[in-house]
């Protein structure tokens, strides 16, 4: 099993940057997909991002070019990298950890883009 705990959101205006960062406790790490994931309210949770245990990348289109997103293997540590950010960003944030049958999320973290 996998424990997640997303950091690092909070309000901002646009155009500014944050980085969010996600722990991760628990066995073998290294072999799960991370993603990260939004969710506002009356609407389903979106794939924002995620990294392959190789290090293979995958972004939404809304965030190709603003958004980057790493790992860290060492320190069981996820981050995402949000730059240029706009209104249209403010959401619940959440980490995950997928290695299929099991997927395991982190409690969230608030992103509030103010215009």
């Known amino acids: 099993q996998v424990q997640l705990v997303e950091s690092g959101g909070g309000l901002v205006q646009s155009g500014e940057s944050l980085r969010l960062s996600c722990a991760a406790s628990?066995?073998?790490?290294?072999?799960?997909?991370m993603g990260w994931y939004r969710q506002v309210p009356g609407k389903q949770r979106e794939l924002v991002a995620s990294i392959g245990s190789g290090g293979v990348v995958n972004y939404a289109d809304f965030v190709k070019g603003r958004f980057a997103i790493s790992r860290d293997n060492v320190a069981n540590m996820v981050y995402l990298q949000m730059n240029s950010l706009k209104p249209e960003d403010t959401g619940v944030y959440y980490c995950?950890?997928?290695?299929?049958?099991?997927?395991?999320w982190g409690q969230g973290t608030q992103v509030t883009v103010s215009s």
């Open positions: 628990g066995k073998s790490f290294s072999v799960y997909t």
């Open positions: 995950s950890a997928k290695r299929l049958p099991y997927e395991y």
